[in-house]
């Protein structure tokens, strides 16, 4: 019960942008490996397991292995919900976050920061992906490098929507739920 209690009572708000950029870049790097390694086991498995079938099989494991190749690379594509629903997370956390007018120079700092690591996460992706081992797989994720060239800017529009919503509740008159 105390650590319920430890967690609702839990400030959140601008240091949960380094959550965000982490989650993303770590769901990116996971992604480009996952596909990249299905690609490279897919043909000695898919014949490894055609010619253990007994002569007659109805399996089709072409269609099969056709199907969880295009699902690998359907996780790209889940990046901007995933990005949604992280902020959100954020956005609601904002809410109780506020306590003293001095918490928006923090957060401005935490900003610089955080724009910095998100470039840098962003030139750690493009330097991965854009290797030789990983180029034809980064081809067939376009959604996950759109996301990860801008996460920078990601990251800004992140905190523009926390000051807004601190602004917001400030001029409400509640400074929090």
Avoid: C
């Avoid at 854009?130 to 959604?143: A, H, R, V």
């Amino acid at each position: 019960m105390a650590v319920l209690r430890s967690l609702i009572k839990r400030k959140s708000g601008f240091e949960d942008a380094f959550f965000v950029m982490a989650v993303l870049f770590t769901i990116a790097i996971f992604v480009l490996i996952l596909v990249k390694s299905w690609t490279e086991m897919r043909t000695p498995l898919e014949e490894g397991i055609t010619g253990a079938l007994p002569d007659g099989s109805d399996v089709n494991v072409t269609k099969t292995f056709d199907t969880i190749t295009s699902t690998t690379t359907l996780l790209s594509t889940l990046l901007p919900f995933i990005l949604i629903g992280l902020f959100a997370f954020v956005f609601i956390g904002t809410a109780i976050y506020m306590n003293h007018p001095i918490m928006l120079v923090v957060g401005i700092i935490i900003l610089a920061v955080a724009i910095m690591l998100g470039a840098i996460y962003a030139n750690i992706y493009h330097q991965i992906s854009s290797s030789d081992e990983f180029t034809e797989t980064n081809e067939q994720l376009p959604i996950q490098e759109l996301f990860m060239q801008y996460l920078p800017y990601i990251i800004l529009l992140i905190f523009i929507a926390i000051i807004i919503a601190i602004i917001f509740l400030r001029g409400q008159g509640g400074g929090g739920l």
